[in-house]
């Protein structure tokens, strides 16, 4: 089993910046791939970015030159470095993990609020 918490969501003026942590604890080593989803108010919740175990990117095109995703594997935790944030990144931000073995694993989300 892993557990996984976010942290880092805040409110944040459009333009600014905020960093999204994800600790993973449990099982790190069944660990493959990592990524942040995320889900405004009324919409479906989307990938934003994903990270392999051997480090190769991945970013929805509305994100990209923006956002940055990086892992520490010995430690089980993902970050999302966001900048030039606008008010559509508005959301409830999740880390996910995929699983060599069992189940994904699912945070349970940090808010994030782009706004003046």
């Known amino acids: 089993q892993v557990q996984l918490v976010e942290s880092g969501g805040g409110l944040v003026q459009p333009g600014g910046s905020l960093r999204l942590s994800c600790a993973a604890s449990?099982?790190?080593?069944?660990?493959?791939?990592m990524g942040w989803y995320r889900q405004a108010p009324g919409k479906q919740r989307e990938l934003v970015a994903s990270?392999?175990?051997?480090?190769?990117?991945n970013y929805v095109d509305s994100v990209k030159g923006r956002f940055t995703i990086s892992r520490d594997k010995s430690k089980g935790t993902v970050y999302l470095q966001m900048n030039s944030l606008k008010p559509e990144d508005t959301a409830v931000y999740y880390c996910?993990?995929?699983?060599?073995?069992?189940?994904?694993?699912w945070g349970k989300g940090t808010l994030v609020t782009v706004s003046s």
């Open positions: 449990g099982t790190i080593f069944n660990i493959n791939n």
């Open positions: 996910r993990a995929d699983l060599f073995f069992g189940t994904d694993s």
């Open positions: 990270i392999t175990s051997g480090g190769r990117t």
